[in-house]
């Protein structure tokens, strides 16, 4: 199937760019796919490597959920931002669909969450602080504990994340609905603004883990902002890229510069998840339309494609695999006479090639059948 020329722009009024592509018509996104295989990979590095040497020297879990963020924001807001048009085009209902919206992430988010927390609370008790909190993890306010204790030796704590992203489909969507169109960017802005200033606040109060919500509102407000403008302003799209090409290199700049001070300096507290979140948002944007030559080409590629949809299954899964999972397995094979021998890293590809393996049987076993579902609650219902 020959590739869209995306990337192409033509002049328009008033001397502005706009990509050849019908931002309308754009569906499923495949590169994006791709970029949540990056995302998730940084995620895994970050928690299997020693922090701060080798591959692990980056900041490579916060690059990795800023990502995730970005992705979210964007695809997240584009739905509601269509949905909001149909409620004002008289053509659906506000409770409707709020409700469908809700659901359909509840299909997708809540029943392998909760499988895992529940067998983490019957099986693994020792290892995280849920026996002893139950209603934080079951009512997505993980987060909020991690704050209050700063417990990071816990098995969960990657799910603070997932605590985040709920809290904010309780309340971005309301916002979205009722903000009058004239003012959406405004609102969209207030988001990036809020992220900065709420880290300036942990800073001043010496809570610097930034796990609460408002303290990465700048990550989603910025995929958003890219979802504001192909879904309201889509002759703009062409200028919007070009600008956001210049802010991604100063990005790269500060961030690079950033680097060279310790974790806990103000500069790095304040901007550093921002400069990666414009960096991320810059790949996003493109991939979204389909980025063509070498990066294309990789982004393209099915096997990267693959991993990126099954990578909540391998964020979910992939502190328990190494620690857990992987030595009841060789205790099995040791009951057959087998005693592999794993050294560093080979534990570690062995690992991988376990945790992929069960992503997938998640996938094909559990979540895309509860997936299905959400044909019940589609948005074009009326």
């Known amino acids: 199937m020959p590739k869209r020329n995306i990337l192409t722009v033509v002049s328009g009024p008033a001397g502005s760019a706009q990509p050849r592509t019908d931002l309308s018509r754009l569906t499923h996104m495949p590169q ?23 591959i692990n020297r980056l900041p490579n879990g916060t690059i990795g959920v800023m990502i995730f963020f970005v992705i979210s924001g964007f695809l997240i807001s584009r739905i509601l931002l269509q949905n909001r048009n149909r409620i004002l085009a008289g053509s659906a209902q506000l409770s409707d669909t709020y409700r469908n919206f809700f659901v359909r992430r509840a299909l997708r988010i809540f029943p392998l969450y909760y499988l895992v927390i529940t067998f983490v609370l019957i099986a693994l008790p020792q290892a995280s602080d849920i026996d002893e909190y139950p209603l934080y993890y079951y009512l997505y306010g993980y987060n909020i504990l991690l704050h209050q204790t700063g417990n990071w030796s816990d098995l969960l704590s990657p799910f603070w994340t997932l605590g985040v992203e709920e809290q904010l489909y309780l309340i971005w969507p309301w916002i979205v609905f ?8 405004t609102a969209i802005i207030g988001l990036i603004v809020i992220g900065v200033v709420s880290r300036g606040i942990g800073y001043l109060r010496g809570d610097l883990d930034g796990v609460l919500m408002p303290a990465s509102l700048d990550a989603f407000g910025l995929g958003a902002l890219w979802a504001h403008v192909i879904t309201e302003e889509p002759e703009q799209a062409g200028t919007f890229l070009k600008r956001l090409s210049l802010a991604a290199v100063l990005a790269l700049v500060g961030f690079a510069c950033l680097l060279l001070l310790p974790g806990d300096d103000v500069l790095v507290v304040l901007f550093q998840r921002l400069l990666i979140s414009v960096l991320s948002l810059y790949v996003v944007a493109n991939a979204s339309l389909g980025i063509r030559g070498i990066t294309g080409r990789v982004l393209d590629n099915g096997a990267l494609q693959y991993v990126g949809r099954i990578s909540y299954g391998i964020y979910v899964f992939h502190m328990l695999v190494p620690g857990y999972l992987v030595p009841f397995l060789l ?4 009951r057959f006479g087998i005693h592999p021998t794993l050294g ?23 979540e895309k059948p509860i997936n299905g579902l959400k044909r019940y609650f589609s948005y074009n219902d009326k």
Request: no cysteine; glycine share 6%.
């Open 344 to 366: 560093y890293w080979s534990h570690r590809l062995f690992s991988l090639a376990v945790l992929i393996a069960l992503a997938s049987v998640s996938w094909y076993a559990f």
């Open 32 to 54: 994006l796919d791709a970029l949540r295989t990056l995302a998730v990979m940084l995620v895994v590095v970050y928690h299997w490597f020693p922090t701060g040497e080798g």
């Open 178 to 185: 009722l903000t009058p169109r004239s003012s959406t960017r």
């Open 331 to 334: 205790r099995i094979a040791g």
